[in-house]
């Protein structure tokens, strides 16, 4: 695993771990469950279900250009000092990283570790159970 801050996935030879179908799946698999919480909140309510830094990873992981803290707190409906809470707690542990966006504005993005080690779960999630 990279320890560096580069956004670039891990590139392998196709069919083994980073190859872009699992890049694409793993994403796929982050935005499906962002939006499994959104409805689970919506429905049951967001005070029963908070696991804020696996939220906020979910939703960086197929960000590319990352993200700004103000649309994290949109998406997450986190109060501002919680949410830079949990962002410093996770920048502390080198799991994701603030950068200035063209605008100069700071967004947030995974870590080359990160980025694998969440995929890994994310692909486990996908994989059928040998039987």
Request: hydrophobic fraction near 45%; charged fraction near 25%.
């Amino acid at each position: 695993m990279s320890d560096n801050n580069s956004d670039t996935p891990p590139t392998t030879p196709a069919g083994e771990w980073g190859s872009r179908g699992d890049t694409a799946m793993s994403s796929a698999i982050a935005a499906s469950l962002i939006e499994v919480y959104k409805a689970r909140n919506l429905l049951l309510g967001a005070d029963l279900f908070h696991a804020p830094a696996w939220e906020i990873l979910l939703l960086l992981e197929p960000a590319g250009p990352g993200l700004s803290e103000g649309a994290l707190r949109e998406v997450l409906n986190f109060p501002l000092p919680s949410l830079r809470r949990w962002l410093d707690v996770l920048v502390s542990r080198a799991l994701i990283v603030p950068r200035p966006n063209a605008a100069g504005r700071e967004t947030y993005h995974l870590t080359d570790r990160a980025r694998t080690d969440l995929r890994e779960v994310l692909l486990a999630v996908a994989r059928k159970p040998d039987r």
